[in-house]
């Protein structure tokens, strides 16, 4: 078979052949946006007609669930990769999508809720409780939260919020822990 030719069952000569130059061949950059579409949209949770960043809120409860039992630091050291992660595939998920912050782009939910969750024993009623406070302090944006969603760029923005969203239910979890331990 010639070089230029590839084998394909649907060829223009009745044989299959076709020009390797026609084949529709986008190699790796295609690839690469697969993979950056599939983490920033968390697995695609982020296509979801109702709700993206709460669909995108219940693709980290599995995770953290695989990560807590984990040491404290090395769930520590997993969460900051996976936020650093984060920022990289929600910048490049902004050009791809060519818009700022899209609702497609959960996986800064993904990573908020597992610094919700950070030195917390996984219970049903934990993760439930860090579910909701998160979400409450995700749409509230209080500071810094807000000022990481304004001010900084790309990746970092729409990460950072969520980061400090998650640690501000952290706060509150761990309060409602030490009085009512449930």
């Not at 908020?112 to 749409?139: E, Q």
């Not at 952290?170 to 409602?176: D, E, R």
Request: overall charge neutral; aromatic content about 10%.
């Amino acid at each position: 078979m010639n070089a230029s030719k590839v084998r394909n069952s649907h060829g223009p000569d009745g044989t299959g052949s076709v020009p390797a130059e026609r084949l529709k061949v986008e190699g790796e950059a295609t690839l690469g946006k697969t993979v950056v579409k599939l983490i920033a949209t968390g697995l695609g949770s982020g296509y979801s007609p109702f709700a993206p960043g709460t669909a995108g809120t219940l693709v980290a409860i599995p995770l953290y669930l695989a990560l807590s039992s984990l040491s404290w630091p090395l769930y520590l050291a997993s969460t900051s990769v996976l936020t650093l992660l984060a920022v990289y595939a929600s910048g490049e998920a902004e050009r791809i999508f060519d818009r700022k912050d899209s609702p497609r782009i959960v996986i800064d939910e993904v990573v908020g809720l597992l610094w919700s969750l950070a030195l917390v024993a996984p219970t049903g009623w934990r993760i439930a409780a860090a579910f909701f406070l998160f979400r409450i302090f995700d749409i509230l944006k209080p500071q810094p939260a807000r000022w990481c969603q304004d001010r900084l760029p790309g990746g970092w923005g729409v990460v950072g919020d969520d980061v400090m969203a998650g640690i501000w239910a952290n706060v509150a979890l761990q309060v409602g822990l030490y009085f009512f331990n449930f």
